[in-house]
């Protein structure tokens, strides 16, 4: 059963306001928060085969703080993932070869909000999403399908939901 993780890049600093939204670095607090993540990572023994990163500083960030939990994972930085919409992220994850197990995500608001709760089944995990899904905030779901391209509004299982302030 294929599983998806959605992580919303980890707390970016507004302290330059001279640099473009793309070239925003973390903050001090994101920096933390990203040990946290990669413990709580490491914890879910999850798999990872192939991690899909958006191309802003924070996100490719977010991933070096992340990446000694993801073991040998495949890394694929994309400009197109930049700020998408839950739309085009899904397009994206459709082209996820079927023999990927397990992808990762990375990327911004509302594009990755959005797209947990478009592929979500009802359940009980889904209401907290819907509430909010700050920065840092990790979605794992399961698909039912062993094929990527299946993956449709409420097909997916919504198994977890973690936000850093849960992992402090």
Not at 90 to 101: F, N, Q, T
Request: charged share 20%; with cysteine.
């Amino acid at each position: 059963m294929p599983t998806l993780l959605l992580l919303r890049h980890l707390k970016s600093s507004w302290d330059d306001e001279s640099l473009a939204d793309h070239d925003r670095p973390l903050s001090p607090r994101g920096v933390r928060d990203g040990g946290h993540v990669a413990e709580h990572l490491g914890s879910l023994n999850a798999r990872v085969d192939l991690v899909l990163c958006s191309s802003a500083v924070r996100t490719r960030q977010t991933l070096e703080l992340i990446q000694p939990a993801l073991g040998d994972a495949s890394v694929e930085i994309e400009e197109q993932l930049y700020g998408a919409s839950a739309d085009t992220l899904l397009a994206r994850l459709h082209g996820v070869p079927d023999s990927v197990g397990s992808a990762l995500m990375i990327g911004h608001n509302p594009g990755m909000q959005d797209l947990a709760l478009r592929l979500a089944a009802p359940g009980p995990i889904r209401s907290a999403v819907a509430a909010k899904f700050p920065t840092g905030a990790l979605a794992t779901l399961t698909l039912p399908d062993r094929t990527w391209l299946d993956l449709h509004q409420g097909t997916a299982r919504l198994v977890g939901y973690t936000v850093p302030r849960d992992l402090r």
